[in-house]
C-alpha cells in the first residue's frame, strides 16, 4: 500500500522568509496530493491540493510542486507571516483510494 | 468547518467502557470518514462511509465500528474501550471518492473529538 514520509518534521522561519515542506510517496499510482494546515484545536483544513497531470499550482503565497518521476511533492510559503504557524500535512491517494497522510510538519513563524 | 460537527467535543472513560462519538454533516455528502490523529502518526483512516448502510474499513479498524443510517449522520463506536484508544477522532466528508466524477473529490474534516480512556 501507499506510504507517505514528510520532513521536516518542525521547521522555524522568520517573518517574510519563505518555507518549504517536502514529502515522498511510494505508490506510483497515486494521482491526487492535497495539503493540510491545522491549527491548535481545529480540524485540518485543506489549503491546496494538487493532481497528477499537473506539475505545479500556485494560491497566493502557497505553491505545490509534484515530481512523478521521483515521487516527491513539496509545500511552498512565500512571504511567510505569523498566522502560517501550524502543523502541514500532506497526503496521496490513488484513483477511488483512501487518502494517506504523512505525519506533519510544524511550522514556526517568528515576528 | 463545511458544516461538520462532532459530539462530544471532549470524553473521558474508563477502560471497558462503551463509547458512541457522533458526527454530523449539513452539507449533503456521499461519503464519511473516520480518523484518528495521534503523534507521530498524522491522520489515520478507521472506517469509512460511503452511503446510508454502506461501510468499509479503513487501516486502523480493530476495536471499532460505524453505523450510518441517515445521510447526514455517522456514528463511531468503540465497543470496548482501551488505553491504545485515547487520542483526537476526527470527521471528514466528501462528495464523490475520484477526480472525474461528479461532485468535488476534496475531504473536509470536522472540529474533533478529544477522547481519554484511563
Known amino acids: 500500500g501507499e506510504n507517505v514520509e514528510q520532513h521536516p518534521s518542525t521547521l522555524s522561519v522568520q517573518e517574510g522568509d519563505s518555507a518549504v515542506i517536502k514529502c515522498t510517496y511510494s505508490?506510483?499510482?497515486?494521482?491526487?496530493f492535497p495539503w493540510y494546515k491545522q491549527e491548535l484545536g481545529k480540524g485540518p483544513q485543506l489549503i491546496i491540493d494538487i493532481r497528477s497531470n499537473v506539475g505545479e499550482k500556485k494560491d497566493q503565497r502557497i505553491a505545490v510542486t509534484l515530481n512523478k518521476t521521483a515521487k516527491h511533492f513539496s509545500l511552498h510559503i512565500t512571504e511567510t507571516q505569523p498566522e502560517d504557524s501550524a502543523v502541514y500535512f500532506c497526503a496521496a491517494s490513488g484513483w477511488g483510494d483512501k487518502l494517506i497522510f504523512g505525519t506533519g510538519t510544524r511550522l514556526q513563524v517568528f515576528p | 468547518d463545511a458544516g461538520i460537527t462532532q459530539s462530544p467535543r471532549h470524553k473521558v472513560t474508563e477502560t471497558g467502557t462503551p463509547v458512541t462519538l457522533r458526527c454530523h454533516q449539513t452539507?449533503?455528502?456521499?461519503?464519511m470518514y473516520w480518523y484518528r490523529q495521534d503523534p507521530g502518526h498524522g491522520l489515520r483512516l478507521i472506517h469509512y462511509s460511503y452511503g446510508v448502510k454502506d461501510t468499509d474499513k479503513g487501516e486502523v479498524s480493530d476495536g471499532y465500528s460505524v453505523s450510518r443510517s441517515k445521510t447526514e449522520d455517522f456514528l463511531l463506536t468503540l465497543e470496548s474501550a482501551t488505553s491504545s484508544q485515547t487520542s483526537v477522532y476526527f470527521c471528514?466528508?466528501?462528495?464523490?471518492?475520484?477526480?472525474?466524477?461528479?461532485?468535488?473529490?476534496?475531504?473536509?474534516f470536522g472540529p474533533g473529538t478529544r477522547l481519554t480512556v484511563t
Open positions: 452539507e449533503n455528502h456521499r461519503y
Open positions: 505508490d506510483s499510482a497515486s494521482n491526487y
Open positions: 471528514a466528508i466528501s462528495e464523490s471518492r475520484a477526480p472525474g466524477t461528479s461532485g468535488s473529490y476534496e475531504q473536509y
